[in-house]
C-alpha cells in the first residue's frame, strides 16, 4: 500500500515538473519578425504576476523569479481584470533571415498607468495613461516602442506594465511601413466615427437652436460626453493633455461616461414624459441620475480609479435593464417615437455588458469586444436621433390637427368678435388710461420702497450686529455676575442712536434729490473733527484705521459730511482682506481740501468708475461683498449738495482710493 503511494506522489510529481518544463520551454521560444506586415503576440508571451509591485529587471532577469514566467494560455489579448499587481512580460524575438531589422511593438490598450519597456543594452523606456503623447517613445495614442532585432540570434525584451483598472495588455509586432499604413486606416476609421458623431451633434444643436426643445439641448449635451468618454477610450487623452496639462490623473471614461449616463437618463425623463406619465418611475429614473453623477464625482473626491471602474460597470450593467423596460412600458402605451428608445437601448445593454464583463475579465479581449462599446455606442446615438426625428412628425401631425380645429372654430366666432370689436376697443382705450395711472403711482412708491430696503440691507447691518452682541455679552456677564452692564448699554444705546441717524440721513438724501433739504454747514477744521469722528468706539468695519491729517478748514453739514466719510469706509471694508488696514488721508491742493479714503482691495477697473456712483450698480465682477448700490450714490449726492465733487483712483488687484473734495476757507 506504500508503495503505491509512492509510485503515485513520484508519477504526479514528474507529470508537473514535465508541465512546467514543457510551459517554459514554450513560453521561451522565440518567435520570428515578419518580413512585412505585423504579428500578434499574445499567443507568445510569457507573463509573471508582481502582488507587491517590488521585482526589479534585476530579479525578473537573472534571479528566482526569472523561472516562474508562464505562458500565456489562448490567442485573445492578455486582461488580467481589475488587479493592483504589477505584471512582467517575456518576449524572445528573432528577426527573419532576409528583413528590415527594425520593428514597432504596439500595446494598443490606452488605460495603463505604468509602462516600462526593457530592451537589450538600451535604458529603460517609460511612459504611460498619464503621460502627454510627446513624452512617449513615439507620439502616438497607443504605447509603442521601438524593436531592433538580430538575425543571428533572439533578444529577450521585457515589458512591465501596472494599472489603476483593468489590466489590458494587446501585444503586435509591426514593421514600420506596415505600422503606418494600418495606423492611416485606423486613424480614418475614428475620424469616421468621430465624424458622424460631430455631424449629429451640430444638427441637433441646429434643431434646439431652432425649435427651443429642451429635449435636443439634452442630447446635445450627451453627444458631448460620450465623444470626450470615446476620445479617451481611443487613446487620445494623451493628446488632451497637452491642451490641458493640468487634466487631474483620476478624470477618465470612468466619469465620463458616468456624465453621459447622467444625460442619456434625463433624455429618457424628458422624451418620454415620465414627470406626468409614470411620476414613481420618475422617481426611480432620478435616483438613477444620482447614482451616475456620484460616480462622475468620485475624482473630486480622490476616491480610487478601481472604484469608479467597478460602480460604472455595475451601473452600466443595470441601467441597459432599467431603460429598456420603462420604453416598452411606454411603447405599450402608445407614446410615439419609443420603439426607436427601445433598440437604442437594448444596443447600450448590449454593449454595457460586454464592456463589464471584460473589465472583470470574464470575457476575452478580442477585436469583437474591445470595439462594441464604441460600435454600440454610435448606433445608439444614431437611434436616439431617429426618436428625436420620429418625435417632430408625431407632434407635427397633431399640430396640423389642432390648427385645423382651431381654423373651424375660429370661422364661429369671427362674426361675434366683430360686433363687439367697437366696444372693446373703447373700454381697453380707458382701462390702459387707469392703468397707466395706476401704474405710474406704484412705480413711485415701489422706487421709494426700494431705496428704503436698500439702505436697510446697507446701512442697518451693524449696528444691529452691535446691538445683538451687546446684549448677548451683558445676559452672560449677568449670569457670571462679572461685567460693567454700564458699559454695555452705552454700546447699545449708541448702535441705536446710528439706526436712528442713518434713518434721518436716508431722509435727507431723499429731500435732496426733490431739491427740499436745507444745508446746515458750519466750519470744520479737518484735522480735530475726523478723528472724532474716526475714534475707535465710532468705528461700524474691523479693519485697522490709518489716519493721517493736516490742518484744513471747509464749510460743510456736519452730519451729511460724516455719513459720506463712513460710507466710502464700509465700502472699502467690504472689498479688502479681513485684518487689511484702510487709510484715511487729508491731502490739499489748489484751494481744495481732500479726504482721500485708500483700500488694498481688488479694485475697480476702469471702464466701471464713472458707474460706480449711480443709485444701484454694483460691478458684474462682484459676487463675493454684499450690498444694493446705494453707499456711493449717497456719497455723490452729498458731494454735490455740498458743491464739491468726489474722484476715483483704481486698479484692478491694487486697490483703490476714494476722494471727497471740498473748497477750504
Given at each position: 500500500?506504500r508503495?503505491?503511494?509512492?509510485?503515485?506522489?513520484t508519477?504526479?510529481?514528474?507529470?508537473?515538473?514535465?508541465?512546467?518544463?514543457a510551459?517554459?520551454?514554450?513560453?521561451?521560444?522565440a518567435?520570428?519578425?515578419?518580413?512585412?506586415?505585423s504579428?500578434?503576440?499574445?499567443?507568445?508571451?510569457?507573463?509573471?504576476?508582481d502582488?507587491?509591485?517590488?521585482?526589479?529587471?534585476?530579479?525578473?532577469?537573472?534571479?528566482?523569479?526569472?523561472?516562474?514566467f508562464?505562458?500565456?494560455?489562448g490567442?485573445?489579448?492578455?486582461?488580467?481584470?481589475?488587479?493592483?499587481?504589477?505584471?512582467?512580460?517575456?518576449?524572445?524575438?528573432?528577426?527573419?533571415a532576409?528583413?528590415?531589422?527594425?520593428?514597432?511593438?504596439?500595446?494598443?490598450?490606452?488605460?495603463?498607468?505604468?509602462?516600462?519597456?526593457y530592451?537589450?543594452?538600451?535604458?529603460?523606456?517609460?511612459?504611460?495613461?498619464?503621460?502627454?503623447?510627446?513624452?512617449?517613445?513615439?507620439?502616438?495614442?497607443?504605447?509603442?516602442?521601438?524593436?531592433?532585432?538580430?538575425?543571428?540570434q533572439p533578444?529577450?525584451?521585457?515589458?512591465?506594465?501596472?494599472?489603476n483598472?483593468?489590466?489590458?495588455?494587446?501585444?503586435?509586432?509591426?514593421?514600420p511601413?506596415?505600422?503606418?499604413?494600418?495606423?492611416?486606416?485606423?486613424?480614418?476609421?475614428?475620424m469616421?466615427?468621430?465624424?458622424?458623431?460631430?455631424?449629429?451633434?451640430i444638427?441637433?444643436?441646429?434643431?434646439y437652436?431652432?425649435?427651443?426643445?429642451?429635449?435636443?439641448?439634452?442630447y446635445?449635451?450627451?453627444?458631448?460626453?460620450?465623444?470626450?468618454?470615446?476620445?479617451?477610450?481611443?487613446?487620445?487623452?494623451s493628446?488632451?493633455?497637452?491642451l490641458?496639462p493640468?487634466?487631474?490623473?483620476?478624470?477618465?471614461?470612468?466619469?465620463?461616461?458616468?456624465?453621459?449616463?447622467?444625460?442619456?437618463?434625463?433624455?429618457?425623463?424628458?422624451?418620454?414624459?415620465?414627470r406626468?406619465?409614470?411620476?414613481?418611475?420618475?422617481?426611480?429614473?432620478?435616483?438613477?441620475?444620482?447614482?451616475?453623477l456620484?460616480?462622475?464625482?468620485?475624482?473630486v473626491?480622490?476616491?480610487?480609479?478601481?472604484v469608479?471602474?467597478?460602480?460604472?460597470s455595475?451601473?452600466?450593467a443595470?441601467?441597459?435593464?432599467?431603460?429598456?423596460?420603462?420604453?416598452?412600458r411606454?411603447?405599450?402605451?402608445?407614446?410615439?417615437g419609443?420603439?426607436?428608445?427601445?433598440?437604442?437601448?437594448?444596443?447600450l445593454?448590449?454593449?454595457?455588458?460586454?464592456?463589464?464583463?471584460?473589465n472583470?475579465a470574464i470575457?476575452?479581449?478580442?477585436?469583437?469586444?474591445?470595439?462594441?462599446?464604441?460600435?454600440?455606442?454610435?448606433?445608439?446615438?444614431?437611434?436616439?436621433?431617429?426618436?428625436l426625428?420620429d418625435?417632430?412628425?408625431?407632434?407635427?401631425?397633431?399640430?396640423?390637427?389642432?390648427q385645423?380645429?382651431?381654423?373651424?372654430?375660429e370661422?364661429?366666432?369671427?362674426?361675434?368678435?366683430r360686433?363687439?370689436?367697437?366696444?372693446?376697443?373703447?373700454?381697453?382705450?380707458q382701462?390702459t388710461?387707469?392703468?397707466s395711472?395706476?401704474?405710474?403711482?406704484?412705480?413711485?412708491?415701489?422706487?421709494?420702497?426700494?431705496?428704503?430696503?436698500?439702505l436697510?440691507?446697507h446701512?442697518?447691518?451693524?449696528?444691529?450686529?452691535?446691538?445683538?452682541?451687546?446684549?448677548?455679552?451683558?445676559?452672560?456677564?449677568?449670569?457670571?455676575?462679572?461685567?460693567?452692564?454700564?458699559q454695555?448699554?452705552?454700546?447699545?444705546?449708541?448702535?441705536?442712536g446710528?439706526?436712528?441717524?442713518?434713518?434721518?440721513?436716508?431722509?435727507?438724501?431723499?429731500?435732496?434729490?426733490k431739491g427740499?433739504?436745507?444745508?446746515?454747514?458750519?466750519?470744520?477744521e479737518?484735522?480735530?473733527?475726523?478723528?472724532?469722528?474716526?475714534?475707535?468706539?465710532?468705528?461700524?468695519?474691523?479693519?485697522?484705521?490709518?489716519?493721517?491729517?493736516?490742518?484744513?478748514?471747509?464749510?460743510?453739514?456736519e452730519?451729511?459730511l460724516?455719513?459720506?466719510?463712513n460710507?466710502?469706509?464700509?465700502?472699502?471694508?467690504?472689498?479688502?482682506?479681513?485684518?487689511?488696514?484702510?487709510?484715511?488721508?487729508?491731502?490739499?491742493?489748489?484751494?481744495?481740501?481732500?479726504?482721500?479714503?485708500?483700500?488694498?482691495?481688488?479694485?475697480?477697473?476702469?471702464?466701471?468708475?464713472?458707474?460706480?456712483?449711480?443709485?444701484?450698480?454694483?460691478?458684474?465682477?462682484?459676487?463675493?461683498?454684499?450690498?444694493?448700490?446705494?453707499?456711493?450714490?449717497?456719497?455723490?449726492q452729498?458731494?454735490?449738495?455740498?458743491?464739491?465733487?468726489?474722484?476715483?483712483?483704481s486698479?484692478?488687484g491694487?486697490?483703490?482710493?476714494?476722494?471727497?473734495w471740498?473748497?477750504?476757507?
Open positions: 500500500m508503495l503505491q503511494r509512492w509510485l503515485a506522489v508519477l504526479l510529481g514528474v507529470v508537473l515538473a514535465a508541465t512546467v518544463q510551459t517554459s520551454a514554450r513560453a521561451d521560444t518567435v520570428t519578425a515578419p518580413v512585412d506586415g504579428i500578434s503576440l499574445n499567443d507568445a508571451v510569457a507573463y509573471l504576476e502582488p507587491a509591485g517590488t521585482l526589479t529587471i534585476d530579479a525578473i532577469r537573472t534571479g528566482e523569479a526569472s523561472d516562474r508562464q505562458r500565456f494560455a490567442d485573445d489579448t492578455p486582461n488580467f481584470g481589475l488587479s493592483d499587481s504589477a505584471w512582467w512580460f517575456r518576449l524572445r524575438l528573432q528577426a527573419p532576409a528583413a528590415s531589422l527594425s520593428y514597432w511593438l504596439e500595446i494598443g490598450y490606452f488605460g495603463l498607468v505604468d509602462v516600462r519597456f530592451a537589450p543594452g538600451q535604458p529603460v523606456m517609460a511612459t504611460g495613461y498619464n503621460q502627454p503623447v510627446t513624452q512617449r517613445p513615439r507620439v502616438h495614442r497607443h504605447f509603442v516602442f521601438p524593436v531592433e532585432l538580430s538575425v543571428d533578444r529577450t525584451f521585457y515589458l512591465r506594465v501596472a494599472s483598472g483593468s489590466v489590458t495588455v494587446p501585444l503586435r509586432l509591426w514593421t511601413s506596415a505600422f503606418d499604413l494600418s495606423d492611416t486606416i485606423r486613424i480614418a476609421g475614428l469616421a466615427y468621430f465624424g458622424v458623431l460631430l455631424g449629429l451633434l444638427y441637433n444643436l441646429f434643431l437652436v431652432s425649435l427651443r426643445e429642451r429635449q435636443y439641448g439634452i446635445c449635451v450627451f453627444l458631448v460626453f460620450v465623444g470626450l468618454a470615446m476620445l479617451v477610450h481611443n487613446g487620445f487623452r493628446y488632451l493633455l497637452l490641458w493640468g487634466w487631474p490623473d483620476t478624470l477618465g471614461t470612468n466619469s465620463l461616461f458616468s456624465m453621459a449616463g447622467v444625460f442619456a437618463v434625463w433624455f429618457l425623463r424628458d422624451f418620454l414624459e415620465t406626468q406619465a409614470q411620476p414613481i418611475i420618475d422617481r426611480w429614473l432620478l435616483g438613477l441620475m444620482a447614482i451616475f456620484g460616480i462622475a464625482l468620485l475624482p473626491f480622490d476616491a480610487p480609479v478601481r469608479g471602474s467597478v460602480s460604472i455595475v451601473a452600466g443595470l441601467t441597459g435593464p432599467i431603460l429598456l423596460w420603462v420604453t416598452l411606454s411603447w405599450l402605451r402608445g407614446f410615439s419609443a420603439r426607436y428608445l427601445m433598440l437604442a437601448w437594448a444596443v445593454l448590449v454593449a454595457a455588458t460586454v464592456q463589464a464583463l471584460r472583470f470575457i476575452p479581449t478580442n477585436v469583437v469586444t474591445g470595439n462594441l462599446l464604441q460600435i454600440g455606442s454610435l448606433l445608439e446615438m444614431l437611434l436616439l436621433s431617429f426618436a426625428a418625435r417632430i412628425h408625431s407632434e407635427r401631425r397633431a399640430r396640423e390637427r389642432a385645423q380645429e382651431a381654423l373651424d372654430k370661422r364661429q366666432l369671427v362674426e361675434g368678435l360686433a363687439s370689436e367697437a366696444k372693446l376697443e373703447s373700454l381697453v382705450q382701462r388710461v387707469d392703468l395711472r395706476a401704474l405710474d403711482r406704484e412705480r413711485t412708491t415701489l422706487e421709494k420702497y426700494r431705496q428704503f430696503a436698500g436697510i440691507a446701512e442697518f447691518r451693524n449696528p444691529l450686529a452691535i446691538i445683538q452682541g451687546q446684549a448677548q455679552v451683558a445676559r452672560k456677564e449677568r449670569d457670571y455676575g462679572v461685567g460693567e452692564p454700564l454695555r448699554f452705552e454700546s447699545i444705546e449708541g448702535a441705536a446710528r439706526l436712528e441717524q442713518l434713518f434721518e440721513q436716508w431722509l435727507e438724501s431723499d429731500r435732496m434729490e427740499e433739504h436745507t444745508m446746515q454747514r458750519q466750519r470744520l479737518l484735522s480735530e473733527w475726523l478723528p472724532k469722528l474716526l475714534a475707535p468706539g465710532n468705528l461700524r468695519v474691523d479693519h485697522p484705521l490709518e489716519l493721517t491729517t493736516q490742518q484744513a478748514t471747509v464749510l460743510a453739514d452730519a451729511l460724516g455719513n459720506a466719510i460710507n466710502l469706509i464700509d465700502n472699502a471694508a467690504k472689498y479688502s482682506s479681513n485684518g487689511t488696514p484702510i487709510q484715511v488721508d487729508v491731502i490739499r491742493a489748489d484751494g481744495e481740501a481732500g479726504i482721500r479714503v485708500r483700500d488694498r482691495g481688488v479694485g475697480i477697473p476702469p471702464e466701471e468708475h464713472n458707474r460706480v456712483f449711480e443709485q444701484h450698480y454694483r460691478s458684474p465682477n462682484n459676487i463675493t461683498a454684499r450690498g444694493m448700490g446705494i453707499g456711493l450714490f449717497l456719497v455723490s452729498v458731494m454735490q449738495a455740498h458743491d464739491g465733487r468726489v474722484t476715483v483712483e486698479k484692478p491694487a486697490g483703490s482710493d476714494f476722494t471727497l471740498l473748497k477750504t476757507l
